[in-house]
């Protein structure tokens, strides 16, 4: 079977929602040798991947009757949630981890990841925004309680947006209004970077979009997502009604 760098769900569905998870895989291509040399209990970190946020992807696809691209290769890899020209696209170190199999990675081998994984990714995502003129994408992501030794960080979800707060805004007001969230306004990351996945797809050509970013320890499990996905659907559902467009 020919390796694919991402796959798409329900992709006949022709919701105006389009969900997106840009780490959705700690998987290391065979052409790579399927290892970067780390451990296996790195490659099971955050360093490697969004933990969680996969299943978090499918549940909201599946609640918003919307097709999901998830990506098929680990960030380590080469990052597909960063622009072509940014320094930590490919990763040398990540979080105090030295990564073997990116040790000697030249010029040469990030334009052949860029072609092979990166590039088909993307292509893949903007063909499928561009189905539709009223296309709403959501970016899911997941974070840490803690990085690096910090203080924990409290937020249950953070919504992060750039300079188009249409949909992060009232989507926010949501959350606000659930006693039991810790929403988290740009938490715990600013915004967008110029040429990631959002500033790419959404930003720049001019589509409503949020960043969820859930905290991994509460979607550990299959359940957890689950549920996760089906509680965030209505408010964006709500959210999108409340912007009016």
């Given amino acids: 079977m020919t390796y694919q760098p991402y796959h798409i ?14 780490h959705a895989a700690n998987t290391v291509p ?14 099971a970190r955050h360093i490697a991947y969004d933990v969680g946020a996969a299943g978090v992807a499918r549940a909201l696809g599946d609640a918003l009757d919307a097709p999901v691209i998830l990506s098929d290769f680990s960030r380590l890899v080469i990052d597909p949630n960063r622009g072509e020209d940014d320094p930590t696209l490919l990763m ?4 105090g981890s030295v990564i073997p199999g990116n040790r000697h990675a030249d010029a040469a081998e990030k334009e052949r990841r860029l072609n092979a994984y990166y590039r088909p990714y993307h292509d893949a995502l903007a063909d499928l925004a561009a189905r539709r003129a009223d296309t709403v994408i959501v970016a899911v992501h ?8 910090r203080a924990h960080r409290p937020w249950h979800v953070g919504i992060l947006y750039g300079d188009d707060a249409r949909l992060s805004d009232p989507l926010i007001t949501e959350l606000e ?4 969230i810790v ?4 938490q715990p990351y600013s915004g967008h970077l110029p040429g990631d996945s959002i500033w790419r797809h959404a930003l720049q ?7 969820l970013e859930l905290r991994n320890d509460l979607i550990e499990d299959d359940a957890a997502q689950a549920h996760w996905g089906a509680r965030l659907a209505p ?3 709500r959210a999108l009604h409340a912007s009016g467009a």
């Fill in 177 to 180: 209004a659930e006693a039991d």
């Fill in 9 to 22: 769900e329900g992709a006949s569905r022709n919701s105006r929602w389009l969900i997106t998870c840009d």
């Fill in 30 to 43: 065979p052409d790579l040798g399927g290892s970067l040399g780390l451990h296996v209990s790195d490659m």
């Fill in 142 to 149: 997941s974070f840490t309680p803690q990085l690096r030794g």
């Fill in 92 to 95: 040398k170190i990540y979080d």
């Fill in 183 to 186: 929403v988290g306004r740009n």
């Fill in 235 to 237: 408010l964006l559902e």
């Fill in 205 to 211: 050509p001019g589509r409503m979009n949020t960043l």
